[in-house]
């Protein structure tokens, strides 16, 4: 083992001498507390270290042991549920070690070793075996976990019997006298490996209306929440992370406030999956690293959480993993930059931070997995970017841009007023579009992207329109116009705003997102039907069924809204009626 | 922390001094982050802290500045241990300086314990989640922006803006409904005048509250540097006082753009890379380990709550400071100078004031079921009013139809009647009761953000016309 000595303490980053053999990335035990870090610079035989802990009270010259392994993560049957910090240590387990407060030097593994679980194997010993290939399952919650022959290892198997392991006891033994624990480690910086990447052309539904409809996001793509402080961008990851119609969700609070941790922490073993029925916990995997926790953890802690969901895209599952925030990550980067007296980039950030972020999102895909029978899998990263001053021309709002396929722009103007989610309409885009333009008229309704469509033209008239209001006033505008002008403001408030915390609406089943825009269009159409025939418009604003329309948000039955597209035209043909008897 | 030996050396050898810094050669058995004494050639001795060491200079910080300081005769010492505080119950009711020092004229204070100011951070799993409802007195806090326990709140306010008056107004009115005085009061101050300093004591002092208050004292005249100690010192007394002595404790740290001034001053003598506006990258997590120290541990009954108060320079919310607060609290209450200027008093702007955890603290048991609804309609109302303004001044009122004039009027009234309460205590009833008045100015279909049945309970409150 390579053990040297600390040559020079900065904040989180430190140099050894005599580091001669070490490799970049491996990991490092630095001190008599023990403290784990991590290689990032080599310049002769001093190493550069950055340190997953609070650095206070280390000493010159005290040692530096060399591990020899890259960071890893440990996988394997008990990661959902889970609550890890930036380096997978499980915040319980610290918890029962330290009390209420972090202590450093604390080394717990990421894996319950006491636990056992029922193994039951699918194949027979002497069959053949590769990579990825499932030999056994366990279950983990409701969720088959299937266990699976690590990377790099093929051959034979020997045996192979059911019964009670834990994590670690071999389950399968291989001909060449390979043993096969349920438990498998994998460096947090290498992407796992799969056979084929697949185009995306199922789309992620999430429950929210401006998400689904508007802008929608694929299974196996990526998206970018950017937004200034107060616009929502946690509440709208959590949304995410609730509702996101995928087998498992990874959380990763990267730099972010204790208390939202608390939130989820409490909030989630509470509710329940609108689509199985069973608690989210048990769907979810959190990473928690909050803004005051150590500052180099928080780097890792975003290839923590990506390595996690790969392993469970192996199993042929989907995946939605969400960061909150990725600029918090990228501070981090930059801070340890800054240590290293790099030469910056634009802002202080380092000239590879576009580097890094394109290879952190371009992890997330469909793939065809790993192993000898087909299994598809996906993993879909939905970043939140927080901006300086709500600024979007910043590095890491502008590098992610270039990669991310859905961008839902978060507006403070929106926020203000309470329009939640403040995504704005206008900035906001899916490139993902026609690749999901099939899949829902499958399954909602051939004239779904027609009614988006129109949906999106009439937002982008409002703002023309609104542009002329404010010189000469609405009461100048034609009645056309004017009622333009109105139906955009249902779409805006009636369809697009969606609480949060309403029990009613806080998840929107896509169906009835699709008979709300359905009923909010057709009422367009019978206005302007109407007006042709000569009614006012003042009559037509004024009917009954609008105040149904402003309500249909908080309408449990379906049919009620199916209904109401025909009451619309029903009634906006009465006027007309009785127009023409007053006038006779 | 860990140390060989018992012999204390003194270095002779400072070779460089720079701002607020000291470069001292060839240190030995000297670890990172812990104090040196230093004194000086007429004998004064200083405090500081080890930024950087390697194995042939120590960069140590010097909290009451440099002036003074030779590169011949100064001695360094290094006390082998990080910067740490007594604490004890009896801080209650004294008035200490920046490093917790007795400022008046009481006895040393006799520590209960000695405790490292960097506090460690908080298990995310060890925290509880807050949930009670304080109620200030403040209509536009109580009813939109609800301040709850465990939760960091900062005012956001501009050069002149009476932000130290809604300070010391919450401070004297919050309360959780029906609980007991199990209260503190920790109040930093960072770089004000003295005569502010002394505006907290007058008004401590007129409601009694002084017994119950620890004043840490950085005024403007006093070192810069030691500003970077003082909020850790009055979070960890806050924190031994909620935790140990299962205190409420309310934190006021004022002003944190002071702080943020000295953090910058050290991060430019150590030439580091500047980010935006000459701050350190690092501002955000340093920031973070003051506000992050917020909050309401499980198996505890005490708390700390903070309300920091910063300004805004030249009254802009995209400052480096107020802006990476804002990333960091769990909202904020923001001070307007038009408001001000108008006479509205506390002149809280309420668009872009925000409480996350308002939800936690509110509805059914807490403060009453209306509320969530009530806050969104006002919301929504009072930013369609204002928009509506800015169209009038171009085109006129006459171009309104009837109930955009409505709008407006619902607007000119939520300032004058409902933001506006000078220094009444209002109850969170008072306070709805005035909001339902003012739904009263709008017909009900325009109420799309209350629940039908409420409007039908509530419906008696409001007093049509306004």
């Known amino acids: ?584 | 922390m860990q140390h060989g030996s018992l012999i204390t050396v003194d270095y002779q050898t400072v070779n460089y001094v720079s701002g607020p810094l000291i470069f001292v050669e060839r240190p030995k058995q000297i670890s990172f982050g812990e104090t040196a004494q230093i004194t000086l050639p007429d004998g004064e001795t200083r405090t500081g802290q080890i930024l950087d060491i390697s194995e042939d200079i120590a960069i140590v910080q010097v909290f009451e500045g440099t002036r003074g300081i030779d590169s011949d005769v100064t001695t360094v010492r290094f006390t082998g241990q990080s910067p740490h505080i007594d604490v004890s119950l009896d801080m209650l009711g004294r008035v200490l300086d920046g490093v917790g020092r007795p400022r008046d004229e009481g006895p040393a204070i006799i520590p209960e314990a000695r405790l490292d100011i960097a506090g460690m951070p908080i298990n995310p799993y060890s925290r509880d989640k807050p949930a009670e409802f304080i109620q200030t007195g403040i209509s536009a806090i109580d009813a939109l922006n609800t301040l709850v326990r465990g939760q960091k709140l900062p005012i956001f306010s501009g050069a002149g803006l009476p932000a130290n008056l809604l300070a010391a107004q919450i401070a004297k009115q919050a309360k959780v409904l029906g609980e007991g005085e199990n209260f503190a009061v920790v109040f930093a101050a960072m770089g004000i005048t003295y005569k502010e300093a002394s505006f907290f004591m007058k008004e401590f002092e007129e409601s009694g509250a002084l017994e119950r208050v620890v004043f840490f004292l950085n005024l403007a005249d006093d070192p810069t540097i030691e500003r970077i100690a003082t909020p850790r010192c009055a979070l960890t007394a806050a924190e031994f006082l909620a935790y140990t002595h299962n205190l409420q404790v309310l934190v006021i740290l004022t002003d944190m753009t002071n702080y943020c001034d000295a953090l910058r001053e050290i991060s430019t003598a150590r030439e580091e890379i500047p980010g935006r506006r000459g701050y350190p990258g690092y501002m955000y997590t340093d920031l973070a380990t003051i506000y992050e120290r917020a909050g309401r541990i499980k198996g505890c009954s005490g708390s700390i709550t903070q309300i920091p108060i910063l300004t805004m320079p030249d009254d802009d919310i995209t400052h480096p400071v107020p802006d990476l607060t804002g990333y960091i609290t769990e909202g904020q209450i923001v001070l307007s100078r038009d408001l001000f200027r108008k006479g509205i008093n506390p002149p809280i702007d309420a668009l872009p004031c925000l409480s996350r955890l308002m939800n936690l603290g509110i509805g059914p048991d807490k403060t009453r079921e209306d509320h969530r609804n009530v806050a969104d309609q006002l919301y929504a109302s009072y930013a369609y009013g204002r928009d509506l303004r800015r169209l009038v001044a171009i085109v006129g009122e006459e171009a309104l139809s009837d109930l955009d004039r409505n709008y407006l009027k619902f607007a000119d009234h939520f300032e004058k009647r409902f933001i506006s309460q000078g220094n009444v205590d209002r109850s969170i009833e008072t306070t709805l009761q005035v909001a339902w008045e003012l739904f009263g100015l709008l017909p009900d279909e325009a109420l799309k953000r209350i629940k039908e049945e409420y409007i039908e309970k509530y419906r008696t409150l409001i007093i049509s016309g306004g």
């Open chain 1, 1 to 584: 083992m390579i053990t040297g000595t600390i040559a020079r303490i900065s904040g989180p980053v430190i140099t050894a001498k005599k580091m001669t053999g070490s490799r970049m990335y491996d990991v490092v035990s630095v001190g008599s507390a023990a403290l784990p870090g991590e290689i990032i610079r080599l310049e002769g035989d001093e190493a550069v270290i950055q340190v997953y802990e609070d650095t206070t009270g280390l000493l010159i010259h005290e040692p530096v042991k060399n591990t020899g392994v890259p960071l890893s993560v440990e996988l394997g049957p008990g990661l959902l549920a889970s609550i890890y910090d930036g380096v997978q240590r499980p915040l319980p387990a610290l918890f029962a070690k330290s009390g209420n407060y972090i202590q450093r030097g604390i080394m717990v593994p990421g894996l319950d070793r006491e636990k056992k679980w029922v193994f039951t194997p699918v194949k027979k010993p002497g069959e053949m075996v590769s990579q990825g290939d499932v030999i056994g399952t366990v279950q983990e919650f409701h969720l088959v976990h299937f266990i699976m022959v690590p990377p790099g290892i093929s051959g034979e198997i020997k045996t192979i019997t059911s019964g009670e392991y834990t994590v670690t006891e071999p389950v399968c033994v291989l001909a060449d006298g390979t043993q096969i624990p349920m438990l498998q480690r994998w460096p947090v910086r290498k992407g796992r490996p799969f056979v084929k990447r697949l185009d995306p052309e199922v789309p992620l539904l999430t429950g929210q209306r401006v998400f689904d409809t508007m802008f929608p996001l694929v299974k196996g793509g990526t998206a970018m929440i950017p937004g200034g402080f107060g616009t929502g961008k946690t509440v709208s990851e959590q949304t995410l992370a609730k509702w996101a119609d995928t087998q498992v969700v990874v959380y990763i609070g990267c730099g972010e406030r204790g208390n939202e941790m608390t939130d989820v922490l409490t909030e989630f073993p509470e509710l329940t999956d609108p689509r199985t029925g069973y608690p989210l916990i048990e769907r979810t995997i959190m990473i928690a690293n909050t803004s005051n926790m150590p500052v180099a953890a928080r780097e890792a802690s975003i290839y923590t959480g990506i390595t996690i969901a790969e392993y469970y895209r192996d199993m042929g599952y989907d995946v939605a993993l969400l960061a909150d925030s990725t600029s918090r990550w990228g501070e981090a980067l930059r801070e340890v930059s800054g240590r290293l007296e790099e030469m910056p980039g634009e802002e202080g950030y380092p000239a590879y931070l576009a580097t890094r972020l394109a290879a952190f999102y371009e992890r997330a895909g469909r793939v065809n997995c790993a192993g000898t029978e087909e299994k598809t899998g996906s993993v879909t990263i939905i970043g939140a970017v927080s901006p300086p001053g709500g600024d979007f021309s910043e590095p890491i709002t502008q590098n992610t841009l270039r990669i991310a396929g859905t961008f839902w722009a978060l507006d403070a103007n929106l926020a203000y007023r309470r329009h939640y989610p403040s995504v704005n309409w206008i900035r906001s885009y899916s490139l993902y579009l026609e690749d999901v333009e099939d899949w829902f008229s499958e399954t909602v309704a051939r004239d779904w992207y027609q009614f988006r469509g129109r949906a999106m033209y009439l937002l982008q008239k409002e703002v023309e329109l609104q542009e002329i209001v404010q010189l000469v006033g609405p009461d100048a505008l034609p009645d056309k116009e004017k009622v333009v002008l109105e139906v955009a403001r249902i779409i805006r408030e009636d369809f697009l705003q969606q609480s949060a915390y309403s029990d009613d609406d806080s998840f929107c089943p896509l169906e009835k997102q699709y008979w709300m825009l359905k009923v909010i269009i057709w009422y367009y159409d019978a206005v302007r039907a109407a007006m042709r025939r000569g009614v006012p418009v003042r009559q037509l604003l004024s009917i009954s069924a609008r105040s149904e329309i402003a309500r249909m948000k908080e309408q449990k039955d379906p049919d009620r809204i199916k209904a109401l597209s025909d009451k619309v035209w029903e009634q906006t043909e009465n006027l007309e009626v009785q127009t023409c008897s007053t006038a006779a």
